[in-house]
T-cell receptor
Framework: QKEVEQDPGPLSVPEGAIVSLNCTYS??????FMWYRQYSRKGPELLMY????GNKEDGRFTAQVDKSSKYISLFIRDSQPSDSATYLC????????FGKGTTLSVSS | EAQVTQNPRYLITVTGKKLTVTCSQN?????MSWYRQDPGLGLRQIYY???????DKGDVPEGYKVSRKEKRNFPLILESPSPNQTSLYFC?????????????FGEGSWLTVV
């Protein structure tokens, strides 16, 4: 089993929709969890960073960690066309362990 | 402005012709790393460096070399490129390793080996 699994999508939603992006991980020792956003032909940029369990909110974005089920989520409220990108979950170690990314398209 | 700069951004080369992709950061970061990104495989680490003169293999180091003679530079060397090294490459840097919450990525280098 890979350490981080992520459904690659693609995911297409209309503007204003609530988007849920998800990853599962295998190692219960992981404590830090990140979400990156990558626009086409650009490098990934850190979007959210959470430690341990619970929720973290930043504007329209909420990162959620459920350590009991080894499940991490990113919610986007009131999605905008500018949110169209690939979203990658990542867990740090000697390297960042990335999920394969979910490609999101928000149509106006 | 905090930056990780890679060059070249786009390159088409032929099998066996040695090439170097340069990476430079202006943030005095200790940690630097190279990743490749391929469809269906995601981002995979090639090599990383915790500090000057300290480098180590990542998940997919075969066919690549790196060096870290100065803190700011971390070039990726393909001694004899092959078509399976056609990929999008990213350099990244961080103050203290991949456990930090601030890892900066370069803009990427698109490499095609024919």
């Amino acid at each position: 089993q890979k350490e981080v699994e992520q459904d690659p999508g693609p995911l297409s939603v209309p503007e204003g929709a609530i988007v849920s992006l998800n990853c599962t991980y295998s190692n219960s020792a992981f404590q830090y969890f990140m979400w990156y956003r990558q626009y086409s032909r650009k490098g990934p940029e850190l979007l959210m960073y959470t430690y341990s369990s619970g929720n973290k909110e930043d504007g329209r974005f909420t990162a959620q960690v459920d350590k009991s089920s080894k499940y991490i989520s990113l919610f986007i409220r009131d999605s905008q066309p500018s949110d169209s990108a690939t979203y990658l979950c990542a867990i740090p170690g000697t390297a960042l362990i990335f999920g394969k990314g979910t490609t999101l398209s928000v149509s106006s | 402005e905090a930056q990780v700069t890679q060059n070249p951004r786009y390159l088409i080369t032929v099998t066996g012709k040695k090439l170097t992709v340069t990476c430079s950061q202006n943030m005095n970061h200790e940690y630097m790393s190279w990743y490749r990104q391929d469809p269906g495989l995601g981002l995979r680490q090639i090599y990383y460096s915790m500090n000057v003169e300290v480098t180590d293999k990542g998940d997919v180091p075969e066919g690549y070399k790196v060096s870290r003679k100065e803190k700011r530079n971390f070039p990726l060397i393909l001694e004899s490129p092959s078509p399976n090294q056609t990929s999008l490459y990213f350099c990244a840097s961080s103050p203290w390793g991949a456990t930090g919450n601030t890892i900066y990525f370069g803009e990427g280098s698109w490499l095609t080996v024919v």
